[in-house]
T-cell receptor, first 111, second 111 residues
Framework: DVKVTQSSRYLVKRTGEKVFLECVQD?????MFWYRQDPGLGLRLIYF???????EKGDIPEGYSVSREKKERFSLILESASTNQTSMYLC??????????FGPGTRLTVT | QKEVEQNSGPLSVPEGAIASLNCTYS??????FFWYRQYSGKSPELIMF????GDKEDGRFTAQLNKASQYVSLLIRDSQPSDSATYLC???????????FGAGTRLTVKP
């Protein structure tokens, strides 16, 4: 079974803190994605990566950065957390458009 | 216009009835379509995908695709309370591995 894991299920951070969210997949997938999900807005793409050290901006990259130093790991970084970044963060990985798997999600609260 | 649009609901059906979930998409180049189920507090899980015009059946679930109308639907027969969840429609952008999601339709099946 494909496994996509995320470093934390729940996280509480203070405004201005630097926050790291990690995602690891164990199926050698090239493509990895970070989404955030908010009520009424659905899933919105923040950043994605098709290969190691490669990254592309999604629809809402402002306030975020990413790192992909190894194929299996894709990190999302909030440089200076703000309250409007309180959300559910979902990582996904895929090989093709048929095989798309989500991690369990991280619910981040910024106070 | 959003790339993938769904009626956000909520949709409520009695146990045993057919639940019908609808989705439209804007990218005529999209070749495949996916339905995900998401329970509250959980990450999305893939239920079905469809490529060809017409119907595709898998157990109690039937996906229907009409490319001319840019319309895809999911029918759930003999609905059960355990089907109560948010259902997300998704389509990859043409010539792109980026998946676009609808905002989701919340379904409640009442015993």
């Amino acid at each position: 079974d494909v496994k996509v894991t995320q470093s934390s299920r729940y996280l509480v951070k203070r405004t201005g803190e630097k926050v790291f969210l990690e995602c690891v997949q164990d199926m050698d997938h090239e493509n990895m994605f970070w989404y955030r999900q908010d009520p009424g807005l659905g899933l919105r793409l923040i950043y994605f990566s098709y290969d190691v050290k490669m990254k592309e901006k999604g629809d809402i990259p402002e306030g975020y950065s990413v790192s992909r130093e190894k194929k299996e790991r894709f990190s999302l970084i909030l440089e200076s957390a703000s309250t409007n970044q309180t959300s559910m963060y979902l990582c996904a990985s895929s090989v093709t458009n048929n095989e798309w798997y989500f991690g369990p999600g991280t619910r981040l609260t910024v106070t | 216009q959003k790339e993938v649009e769904q009626n956000s609901g909520p949709l409520s059906v009695p146990e045993g009835a057919i639940a019908s979930l609808n989705c439209t998409y804007s990218d005529r180049g999209s070749q495949s379509f996916f339905w995900y189920r998401q329970y509250s507090g959980k990450s999305p899980e893939l239920i079905m995908f469809i490529y060809s015009n017409g119907d595709k059946e898998d157990g109690r679930f039937t996906a229907q695709l009409n490319k001319a109308s840019q319309y895809v639907s999911l029918l759930i027969r003999d609905s059960q309370p355990s089907d109560s969840a948010t259902y997300l429609c998704a389509a990859p952008l043409y010539n792109n591995n980026d998946m676009r999601f609808g905002a989701g339709t919340r379904l409640t099946v009442k015993p």
